[in-house]
């Protein structure tokens, strides 16, 4: 039985916001998020996640351009469903948009989507980007009510926040954790079936990637903050393939079983 037949491939999206947050403190071009993020393809990403918030703290208009003028593998733009952020994304055609909640106080994102609190609002920027040809991402929690709405709007994509999980498995909460991640894995299987592409990310580390690569209805795992953590103390290249290995080693152990 082939690989595809047995689960889909797990892809691997970097989001590499954080070098621009260094480059930032000090101000001038180093260190430079396109030589990071193309050394995250080297190593193994199959694309790049970045995030231009409303405040530019970290990654710029410039560094979009530059992205979209230089990279060969997929750009994942984040934004915020402003009039601004749209304008942005359709002048540059993105490969996909993750729509994300954004406050400006916050340290980084907090929690999902509320797509129905916000349904008319979502609705008009996630008909521009397909019109455009964009894919549209909603970063949600994993929660049900909020894949009804996401695919009652029209989104391509959910992507599940795995924040609530990585935070009791970092607390040691034995049950907490077990619970986050049934939650996580009813929610990709209801999405699934929804028809939606199913994607994770949030907090995600060398110990908590291995559960939820383990879930065959997720195709796609962004991760940045804690790559870009690791690549201070053995190297960004080091810590994507790593990364990538125990995502690969994951998803073959439930290949393995589906076929035995």
């Known amino acids: 039985m082939s690989q595809s037949a047995k689960t889909p491939?797990?892809?691997?999206?970097?989001?590499?916001?954080?070098?621009a947050?260094?480059?930032?403190?000090?101000?001038?071009?180093?260190?430079d998020p396109l030589r990071a993020a193309e050394l995250a393809v080297e190593a193994g990403?199959?694309?790049i996640?970045?995030?231009?918030?409303?405040?530019?703290?970290h990654i710029?208009?410039?560094d979009i351009a530059r992205f979209m003028e230089t990279l060969s593998c997929p750009l994942n733009l984040e934004m915020a469903a402003t009039d601004e952020m749209l304008a942005i994304a359709l002048r540059h055609k993105p490969h996909a948009c993750c729509i994300v909640p954004e406050h400006r106080q916050e340290l980084t994102t907090e929690g999902g989507l509320?797509?129905?609190?916000?349904?008319?609002?979502?609705?008009?920027?996630?008909?521009?980007?397909r019109q455009a040809g964009i894919r549209v991402s909603l970063f949600i929690d994993p929660d049900n009510g909020q894949i009804e709405q996401s695919h009652k709007i029209g989104a391509d994509i959910v992507e599940l926040h795995t924040g609530s999980y990585c935070e009791a498995a970092l607390d040691r909460q034995g049950d907490g954790r077990r619970r986050e991640l049934a939650k996580i894995e009813q929610s990709a299987n209801y999405a699934a079936e929804a028809g939606l592409e199913v994607h994770a990310g949030h907090g995600l580390t060398f110990d908590?990637?291995?559960?939820?690569?383990?879930?065959?209805?997720?195709?796609?795992l962004n991760i940045g903050h804690f790559l870009i953590g690791e690549g201070i103390f053995g190297g960004l290249h080091s810590s994507i393939r790593r990364m990538r290995a125990l995502m690969d080693n994951a998803r073959a152990e439930i290949s393995g079983s589906l076929s035995a």
């Open 49 to 57: 996640t970045a995030h231009l918030r409303e405040d530019r703290r």
């Open 60 to 62: 710029s208009d410039d």
């Open 21 to 31: 947050t260094i480059r930032n403190a000090r101000g001038g071009r180093h260190p």
């Open 9 to 19: 491939l797990l892809r691997l999206g970097v989001n590499i916001d954080h070098v």
């Open 208 to 220: 908590t990637v291995g559960a939820i690569a383990q879930i065959p209805q997720i195709i796609e």
């Open 45 to 47: 990403a199959d694309g």
């Open 114 to 129: 509320d797509v129905a609190g916000n349904f008319e609002r979502l609705s008009a920027v996630i008909d521009r980007l």
